[in-house]
T-cell receptor, first 111, second 117 residues
């Protein structure tokens, strides 16, 4: 079992829909949780950064962390075609600052 | 542009040749990371520097790979005797880590895409 599991998709949804992306993980030491967006042939761009459990909202994006279930989610409201990209979940521990990434989920927003 | 920059953006080489990539981090970021990403996978950690000190190397980093950050600013990643399996996107990231255990927000560059023929 990999440390971070993420469904690679692709996930196709109509414009304006709410998108739900998620990851599970096995290492209970993870405390920092991130979501990156990556457009084709570009570097990852940091979207959300959360510490420990709870929710964080930024515009149309909401990140949730449930440490008891080892499950994190990213919700995108009012999805736009420009949101079409690969979304990578990532996490790290306080002891070890390197980031462990999921495989990424390819998202297509259909106009 | 004050983000992380990487050069070259693309590199095509023949098997057995040596290649070198450069990363310029965000100004005054003391940490610099190298990752490798293959198609359909997330980035995988290779190594990182705090200032000029190389603090950790992944077991993915074979003896043919070497990284330097001589003055604590830009970094280079060299691959000697390239193999077809080295074909990947090589990503650099930087952060201004306030100290271990305080979380680390890493900002990525656009990557260098390496193709080994």
């Amino acid at each position: 079992q990999k440390e971070v599991e993420q469904d690679p998709g692709p996930l196709s949804v109509p414009e304006g829909a709410i998108v739900s992306l998620n990851c599970t993980y096995s290492n209970s030491a993870f405390q920092y949780f991130m979501w990156y967006r990556q457009y084709s042939r570009k570097g990852p761009e940091l979207l959300m950064y959360t510490y420990s459990s709870g929710n964080k909202e930024d515009g149309r994006f909401t990140a949730q962390v449930d440490k008891s279930s080892k499950y994190i989610s990213l919700f995108i409201r009012d999805s736009q075609p420009s949101d079409s990209a690969t979304y990578l979940c990532a996490m790290s521990t306080p002891r070890d600052d390197k980031i462990i990434f999921g495989k990424g989920t390819r998202l297509h927003i259909l106009p | 542009d004050t983000g992380v920059s990487q050069n070259p953006r693309h590199k095509i080489t023949k098997r057995g040749q040596n290649v070198t990539f450069r990363c310029d981090p965000i100004s005054e970021h003391n940490r610099l990371y190298w990752y490798r990403q293959t198609l359909g996978q997330g980035p995988e950690f290779l190594t990182y520097f705090q200032n000029e000190a190389q603090l950790e190397k992944s077991r993915l980093l074979s003896d043919r790979f070497s990284a330097e950050r001589p003055k604590g600013s830009f970094s280079t990643l060299e691959i000697q005797r390239t193999e077809q399996g080295d074909s990947a996107m090589y990503l650099c990231a930087s952060s201004s880590n306030p100290g271990q255990g305080s979380g680390d927000t890493q900002y990525f560059g656009p990557g260098t895409r390496l193709t080994v023929l």
